[in-house]
């Protein structure tokens, strides 16, 4: 069974909390040295300020929540997938492929909920 395990972010520019889907009594030291060298191989959860991000590495974010506005778009590639509302502000239907971290479906479910 795997839980998710917490600690300080080893990352000096990026203080918070790490998140890591591991099972409980693995050696946080050891992760950690794995993340700041690049080679975790996973996807991991940092949070930090009201924001929760989930990365593939430090470099790469796949998505990022505001935790007091989950369903706001962080990113800018996140609403400029959403730019197509310019054009079409109820859309019936909407076809999303993949789920990412959920911030498009987020934001569909909350104010297009008539599609």
């Not at 000096?12 to 975790?40: M, N, T």
């Not at 470099?59 to 509302?85: C, E, K």
């Not at 109820?90 to 909350?110: D, E």
């Amino acid at each position: 069974m795997h839980s998710l395990l917490e600690f300080p972010s080893p990352f000096p520019a990026e203080p918070g909390v790490v998140r890591l889907l591991e099972p409980p009594g693995s050696d946080a030291a050891a992760l950690a040295a794995r993340l700041v060298a690049g080679d975790y191989g996973k996807p991991f959860v940092l949070e930090n300020g009201g924001l929760r991000a989930l990365h593939f590495s430090l470099g790469y974010v796949q998505s990022v929540m505001d935790i007091a506005n989950p369903s706001a778009l962080v990113l800018a590639y996140a609403r400029a997938m959403m730019a197509f509302l310019l054009f079409n502000p109820r859309p019936r239907r909407i076809g999303m492929i993949g789920l990412g971290g959920g911030s498009l479906a987020n934001f569909c479910h909350r104010h297009l909920a008539a599609a």
